[in-house]
């Protein structure tokens, strides 16, 4: 085992802008795996050498390298030295690392935030730009309380008043990345079925559509809906969620199922979600149209 002699810069995700993020554990795990893939491959590295280097199975390298596995301390810097990699950007690798073990705020709801979802989470309290396609229900982040809270009681009867609170508690938290200093964009295509469909009461629904015109007036805020007359679309196969970051190796797809979750991350996938996204914003009505529809409903 020689150490490589060539030393690497640490350049592709470290940013002074991402650096300067409020730190978000999944997001600095992801940033941490990335750079030490990129790290590696330009030392000339198979993940066999990394994980013999430090004595792991190579599954492991590659966990640690999408962002699944966290990465000791004394690991971190026996990859740097087999990679070549010197201060300052050991320094900035193993601050990434400390904050990747950091608890989230997310943490403090427990059980109200599985394992599945949490990664979801974390990337977007730190995204740039949220893009969602909802088919059957209104975007989580365009959400009243009451709406919330009716089609959580529907989706699962079992679940008590307390455990029902706490999902609209922390919806409302995820909702605050729609104003303040660091706002979040969020574009959302809504079908017309999910407005059509009376969850809770008339009442209830007419106070969402309101909600959701409201909320479309922020310049942070692009709201869509796609008609029924839109006809076929490539939209029909499912909802899903495109996160996308200033540093373009982030951008993920979140795909929700019943108990479950996928994230895409390779950029073919990515880009292929992209394309569809941007088809259903061609075929969706504009946005001032959309306001009009909403104030039919």
């Known amino acids: 085992m020689e150490q490589g002699d060539k030393e690497q810069t640490v350049g592709l995700l ?20 990335m750079e030490l893939r990129r790290l590696r491959e330009a030392a000339g590295k198979s993940q066999e050498d990394a994980g013999k280097w430090v004595d792991v199975p190579a599954t492991s390298i590659s966990k640690i390298e999408t962002g699944k596995q966290r990465i000791r301390s004394g690991d971190l810097r026996s990859l740097l030295q087999l990679y070549g990699v010197g201060s300052p950007e050991a320094e900035a690798l193993e601050r990434l690392r400390r904050e990747a073990d950091q608890r989230g705020w997310w943490a403090s709801y427990g059980a109200t935030v599985p394992p599945w979802f949490a990664d979801y989470i974390g990337m977007e309290t ?44 922390l919806r409302a938290s995820r909702q ?32 969402q559509a309101q909600h959701i015109a409201e909320v479309a007036q922020q310049p942070n805020v692009t709201v869509q809906v796609l008609p029924f007359s839109a006809g076929a679309h490539r939209g029909m196969r499912g909802a899903f969620t495109a996160l ?30 992209a394309k569809a996204f941007t088809r259903l914003t061609e075929l969706a009505l504009d946005p001032e149209a959309t306001t009009d529809l909403l104030t039919r409903v």
Do not use: C
């Open 14 to 33: 470290l940013t002074e802008e991402s650096m300067a993020e409020g730190p978000s554990p999944t997001v600095r795990r992801r940033q941490l795996g």
């Open 126 to 169: 730190v995204a740039a730009e949220v893009w969602t396609w909802e088919a059957e229900f209104i975007p989580g982040l365009l959400q009243t309380p009451e709406y919330t809270e009716a089609i959580n009681t529907a989706l699962n009867p079992a679940r008590t008043a307390e455990e029902i609170a706490r999902i609209v508690q």
């Open 176 to 207: 605050k990345r729609l104003s303040g200093d660091d706002r979040l964009t969020l574009r959302a295509v809504i079908s017309e079925a999910a407005l059509r469909w009376v969850v809770g009461s008339a009442e209830l629904m007419h106070a």
């Open 244 to 273: 996308r970051f200033p540093e373009e190796p982030m951008n993920t797809v979140y795909l929700e199922l019943d108990g479950a979750a996928l994230y895409l991350e390779s950029p073919t996938e990515v880009s292929r979600y």
